[in-house]
């Protein structure tokens, strides 16, 4: 039978802690660095959920999550990679490139698992996508490799135009390499490029209010964050203007935006989470390969040609995924 002493020195020895709060420190904490905000890739962050759970993981039951969300402030992101890296919790969810590449240099050690828009390999976050050979690893949908492919698309729906927009967010460190080889695309196909920028709302309304004093007959929308975040108010501004504009998303296309090229942000999210479950029991990052989507899907909408005097060819329109009337 245990003495009164040795009952209260266990006690001590448990800092007093209530049995609920011992308990939820026992679970396994997952960091999610966002450079979002907390409403924003509610879809992907719900696919990522639906991944854990079929892993074994719910959220308050055998498994914490800690979001940190920089709310568009890229600048930030470095802090509270490091916030989470100090945090010494079990795995990273990096959402977003800006994220993943934040967390490159916080979190030398913690096993982080990424959902981004373009090659990994080629931003230095694993040394191949079969064997990623470090602490990296997760699924990656090519939407920035795709991105003078949106170029062709629009010249091949207007041949005529010859000077056209990209815009990109300064803010993301990946905008620089996008834009020069958006540019080096367009001079093969003999278009004259003007690159916009915008980091936040204000901006962006600015950027495509300035649009027809730029002369410029379409839109190239660059792949950012943000502006995943703001795919549908985008599609909105793009028919506002009056500018023939693509982006990678269906939302951008059903607010009103003429055409998507891209993949799918929810299915990379979803591996993401079945990737963070794998780790948690016990895998390495290291021998987990990167999933890697190549599927991409081509959306139009033929209501906002119409309001803007486009038709479309039936050899181009033929090769849609999805028409929307």
């Known amino acids: 039978m245990m003495r009164r002493r040795e009952f209260i020195a266990l006690l001590g020895g448990m800092g007093w802690l209530p049995f609920a709060a011992r308990a939820e420190q026992a679970l396994p904490v997952i960091g999610v660095l966002s450079s979002a905000s907390s409403q924003d890739y509610l879809q992907g962050l719900e696919a990522f959920k639906s991944g854990l759970r079929e892993s074994g993981y719910v959220d308050g039951q055998n498994v914490k999550i800690e979001y940190a969300f920089a709310n568009e402030q890229y ?73 003078p492919k949106r170029l062709e698309l629009l010249h091949e729906l207007l041949p005529s135009e010859k000077v056209m927009a990209l815009l990109v967010n300064p803010s993301n460190p990946v905008s620089e390499s996008v834009a020069a080889e958006m540019k080096s695309a367009a ?65 951008f296309v059903a607010a009103g935006g003429l055409m998507s090229y891209g993949g799918n942000n929810s299915d990379s999210y979803y591996h993401v989470g079945i990737y ?26 033929l209501k906002s040609a119409r309001q803007l005097g486009i038709s479309v060819p039936l050899a181009l329109g033929g090769r849609a995924d999805e028409v929307i009337e």
């Open 75 to 147: 600048d930030r992101l470095p802090e509270l990679a490091a916030g989470l890296a100090r945090r010494q919790v079990s795995v990273i969810v990096a959402v977003a490139t800006p994220a993943a590449l934040a967390l490159k240099s916080a979190a030398a050690t913690v096993p982080i698992v990424f959902g981004i828009s373009g090659d990994p390999v080629r931003m230095g976050l694993v040394a191949s996508l079969n064997r990623p050979g470090g602490n990296f690893t997760g699924a990656a949908h090519m939407n920035v490799e795709v991105a």
């Open 187 to 251: 001079a093969a196909l003999g278009i004259e490029i003007r690159v916009i920028q915008a980091r936040n709302d204000e901006e962006l309304e600015r950027a495509f209010a300035g649009l027809p004093d730029l002369k410029v007959g379409a839109l190239v929308i660059g792949t950012d964050p943000f502006f995943t975040s703001r795919a549908e108010k985008m599609g909105e501004l793009s028919l506002r203007a009056k500018i023939p504009a693509i982006y990678q998303y269906h939302e």
């Open 276 to 301: 963070v479950g794998r780790i948690l029991k016990g895998e390495k990052p290291a021998d987990l390969p990167v999933q890697l989507s190549t599927k991409v899907e081509l959306i139009f909408n």
